[in-house]
């Protein structure tokens, strides 16, 4: 019995070695996934290509997720602890109708306005 349970053990701990190199690996490089020309959908139902995005961590109320933070804490409709989320995020103009987005803070080339922080959908 000790022999399969140490069997048992041993085998868990490389899976979890195995899963955690390949997500290291996977998230080599500037912090986070660079990806190229994704294709989502806008509440408009219209379709954007994001050329530059990446993934961040941010903390949202499991009851209102209307409620964001950029650190843990508390709820400030409800109270309840925010739960980390990992969303794909974007730096984006914003001047209205203005589409130009890139993965680093910068400055819109067309209208000369600072880049800002925001969630993909």
């Known amino acids: 019995?000790?022999?399969?349970?140490?069997?048992?053990?041993?085998?868990?701990?490389?899976?979890?070695?195995?899963?955690?190199l390949e997500a290291m690996s996977?998230?080599?490089?500037?912090?986070?996934?660079q990806h190229e020309e994704k294709s989502?959908?806008?509440s408009e139902k219209k379709k954007v290509k994001v050329k530059e995005s990446f993934y961040s961590k941010i903390y949202v109320c499991p009851m209102h997720p209307e409620v964001r933070s950029d650190k843990?804490?508390?709820?400030?409709?409800c109270g309840m602890k925010l739960k980390k989320k990992q969303v794909l995020m974007t730096?984006?103009?914003?001047?209205?109708?203005?589409?130009?987005?890139?993965?680093?803070?910068?400055?819109?080339?067309?209208?000369?306005?600072g880049?800002?922080?925001?969630i993909i959908d």
């Open 115 to 118: 880049l800002v922080k925001k």
């Open 26 to 33: 996977c998230h080599e490089g500037n912090g986070g996934h």
């Open 40 to 42: 989502i959908e806008k």
């Open 91 to 113: 730096y984006a103009c914003t001047e209205k109708g203005c589409d130009y987005k890139q993965a680093k803070p910068g400055i819109c080339p067309e209208h000369n306005k």
């Open 72 to 77: 843990p804490g508390k709820c400030s409709e």
């Open 1 to 20: 019995m000790k022999k399969i349970v140490v069997f048992l053990s041993v085998y868990l701990m490389i899976c979890l070695l195995i899963n955690r």
